[in-house]
């Protein structure tokens, strides 16, 4: 399975499973969903930070010149077009099941509108990760102290 797609899958599927939770959680208790709303938010960035960053570090262990990496931009933006309209349209299907109050958006909203902000919310976090995972793993390797050529006794 290409790298995008796992990605792809895995934070569409989470952000499908927030949506549902947060529906039913304002069907229960209407006056908390401003802060369900950011525990959503919070839990959806934090996942993404948190997978961009593992990529990042992956990557500058795998190439430790910056100029020679992986282009991990277009991983995670196909990652994030896919997740987005794959999450936008299984919202719409699953707000058609009776008790699933997933906010009566229409089709076009979830594939335009509600896409693009689910792509935002992959994309950006992801390269933000990226850029981090990249810099902390560099600072490592250029901070360790570089082992001798031509070790000499201690005694000598």
Request: aromatic letters at 10%; hydrophobic letters at 55%; proline letters at 6%.
């Amino acid at each position: 399975m290409n790298a995008w797609v796992l990605r792809a899958v895995g934070l569409g599927a989470l952000t499908v499973v927030l949506e549902t939770l947060l529906g039913f959680g304002m069907m229960t208790w209407p006056t908390a969903g401003v802060w369900m709303r950011i525990l959503c938010l919070i839990v959806l960035v934090g996942a993404v930070l948190a997978w961009g960053f593992l990529d990042g570090r992956a990557d500058r262990r795998a190439h430790p010149d910056p100029e020679h990496g992986s282009d991990l931009t277009m991983r995670w933006l196909k990652a994030a077009i896919a997740g987005g309209l794959g999450a936008g349209l299984v919202s719409w299907i699953l707000d058609y099941i009776p008790k699933f109050d997933l906010g009566d958006q229409g089709l076009f909203f979830n594939i335009t509108s509600g896409a693009a902000w689910i792509i935002l919310l992959i994309f950006i976090p992801s390269m933000l990760g990226v850029a981090v995972g990249r810099w902390l793993t560099g600072r490592e390797k250029n901070g360790a102290p570089a082992a001798p050529s031509n070790p000499q006794p201690a005694n000598a």
